[in-house]
């Protein structure tokens, strides 16, 4: 446990039940904070047919200028229960002062995405900058993510891909809602 007490080399540290004061680059962003759910469907051409499946998304902060995002996801069945899991992903979306939004989000399938967009009225809209992949990582070339808050309770996730020799396209939405206790 955090003892007070004890020299740290960080005097003013919060204890860990301590949350800090979202920075002030936050700002255009503050409104994701807390965790999401809710369901979705997707397709793409290379798949046999369409999905449905559930979410979790994430995001919070430390006191600093930048979002950590942690999301995952389950496929499901005609009744909404998990079948298995569909994806996993985590990341940082860095802030910057004139509302561009920096973000690196890495995936166990040996994919990592820089991604640079902005937010603004309520959203946050995001294009691959650069991806990286494992050498045994699918072909992605390219993302768009778009997350629209319609409410403050409500918000809204469209992600298009550019995959396996095919062109930037809808993979996935998905309307999720804000969780009690957020």
Do not use: C
Request: proline share 7%; net charge negative; glycine share 8%.
């Amino acid at each position: 446990m955090f003892d007070r007490d004890r020299k740290h080399p960080y005097p003013d540290a919060l204890r860990a039940d301590e949350a800090p004061a979202p920075h002030a680059l936050l700002a255009p962003v503050t409104g994701l904070l807390g965790t999401w759910t809710g369901r979705g469907h997707g397709s793409y051409p290379t798949l046999a047919e369409e999905f449905a499946y559930e979410q979790e998304v994430t995001f919070s902060h430390d006191g600093r200028p930048f979002l950590h995002y942690e999301a995952r996801a389950w496929i499901i069945d005609a009744d909404g229960t998990p079948m298995r899991p569909a994806a996993r992903e985590s990341g940082w979306w860095r802030m910057q002062p004139d509302g561009r939004v920096e973000a690196l989000i890495t995936q166990p399938t040996g994919i990592a995405e820089i991604l640079v967009g902005g937010a603004a009225d309520g959203g946050v809209d995001l294009a691959t900058h650069q991806v990286a992949l494992t050498p045994t990582a699918k072909e992605v070339t390219a993302t768009r993510r778009r997350y629209t808050l319609t409410d403050e309770d409500t918000l809204d996730f469209r992600h298009d891909l550019a995959a396996v020799g095919q062109p930037l396209q809808y993979h996935l939405s998905a309307h999720l809602r804000r969780q009690n206790g957020n």
